[in-house]
Each structure stands twice: as structure tokens, then as C-alpha cells.
């Protein structure tokens, strides 16, 4: 089983539009960082795609960036207890 890449061990502070929706990266090698660019296609044995959301309100959130969360994409501060 594909375990996702810690692309960071601190989460993203992001601004999020009612409406629009967003691709969270759940691979962990995005390089536009939480969210997805399409590098899972490329990456080997990667069988996990990106978590889409819509925003529904205008919000400023903390997502998730060590992958590692159990309230994708949302950080949850699993980030705190991996060794970087």
C-alpha cells in the first residue's frame, strides 16, 4: 500500500472562497503545496488521488500538510507527533 509523502510537518494557512472548489493533495508530492497538482499520476505505485472540496463560505483554514490527519484535508496536529 502507497504511504503518502510528509510534504510538510506544519500545516498551510489558506483562504478559502464560498464556492470555489479546491483539490487537496493526499500524496504529499504536490509542489503547490496542500494542494494537488496531478503528481500522483506520475508517481509510482501511487494509487491516491486528490481530495476535492468546495468551500462553502469564505473561511481562512489550517490544512493539512503532513498527510498524516484524520480530518482530511483539515489539520488536526498529527504534524506534532511525526520526527522530522
Known amino acids: 500500500m502507497f504511504?503518502?509523502?510528509v510534504a510538510k510537518c506544519k500545516p498551510a494557512c489558506v483562504q478559502l472562497e464560498k464556492g470555489k472548489t479546491y483539490a487537496w493533495c493526499t500524496c504529499g508530492h504536490s509542489e503547490n503545496q496542500?494542494?494537488?497538482d496531478?503528481?500522483?499520476k506520475t508517481t509510482e505505485n501511487c494509487e491516491l488521488k486528490s481530495l476535492k472540496m468546495t468551500?462553502?463560505?469564505d473561511a481562512e483554514?489550517?490544512?493539512c500538510q503532513c498527510k498524516q490527519t484524520k480530518t482530511p484535508p483539515y489539520c488536526d496536529g498529527t504534524h506534532n507527533s511525526i520526527k522530522s
Open 3 to 5: 504511504q503518502p509523502k
Open 34 to 36: 496542500p494542494f494537488c
Open 55 to 57: 468551500a462553502e463560505e
Open 38 to 40: 496531478g503528481k500522483h
Open 61 to 63: 483554514v489550517w490544512l
